[in-house]
């Protein structure tokens, strides 16, 4: 099956600092990934659209310039929080559409951001 | 404005009671109803694709059906293993981005 891994699974930062999430599709090429947040016991909101080689699509009441996100290659996207505060501590979830695999989604493990 | 709504919240069963899990949706011009898998803080694990009323698709005790408005995940003889929150989610076109449902967590009790 197709996998998807994120790496860090779980970070904690000091409040102001930036973090680096990496999204990588080990056994298939993504042209698109997606950057979700979910908070306890919801479900998952939709933070950005990243296509290979293009600037991400931002989801209403999502600041770009906070969550910085790059789309370098088929195979991986990276989602950096910038200047961090706790409220920014969520589970993020990436996850990378594959381009022959009938367009279906595949999640990848989430990341705990911590923000003391 | 498209939407996708997920009943019951939460279901609680015991081991080898069957029942459905209901997922509605409002997506003009569907291009795919997807069911998930979450256990708590991991991903997502996909499940199922469905892309046209009629349509059914099953793994193991899990079977997946689709209306015209509606999906039912149908969970045959449960095992506590099958406790999880299940995500309903919805496309509209094949480059669309998907619409979560807010999930039915199931918990199956020995």
């Known amino acids: 099956g197709a996998v998807v891994s994120q790496h860090p699974s779980r970070v904690i930062c000091k409040s102001g600092t930036s973090v680096k999430i990496e999204c990588r599709s080990l056994d298939f090429q993504a042209t698109t990934m997606f950057w979700y947040r979910q908070f306890p016991k919801q479900s998952l909101m939709l933070m950005a659209t990243s296509n290979e080689g293009s600037k991400a699509t931002y989801e209403q009441g999502v600041e770009k310039d906070k969550f910085l996100i790059n789309h370098a290659s088929l195979t991986l996207s990276t989602l950096t929080v910038t200047s961090a505060h706790p409220e920014d501590s969520s589970f993020y979830i990436c996850?990378?559409?594959?381009?022959?695999?009938?367009?279906?989604?595949?999640f990848g493990p989430g990341t705990r951001l911590t923000v003391t | 404005e498209d939407q996708v709504t997920q009943s019951p919240e939460a279901l609680r069963l015991q081991e080898g009671e069957s029942s459905s899990l209901n997922c509605s949706y409002t997506?003009?011009?569907?291009?795919?109803l997807f069911w998930y898998r979450q256990d708590p803080g991991k991903g997502p694990e996909f499940l199922f694709t469905?892309?046209?009323a009629g349509e059914e698709k099953e793994k193991e005790r899990l079977k997946a059906t689709l209306t015209k408005k509606e999906s039912f995940l149908h969970i045959t003889a449960p095992k506590p293993e099958d406790s999880a929150t299940y995500l309903c989610a919805a496309r509209k076109t094949s480059y669309d981005k998907v619409i979560f449902g807010p999930g039915t967590s199931l918990s199956v009790i020995p």
């Open positions: 469905l892309y046209s």
């Open positions: 996850s990378a559409k594959s381009i022959d695999r009938s367009h279906e989604q595949y």
């Open positions: 997506v003009s011009g569907l291009r795919g």
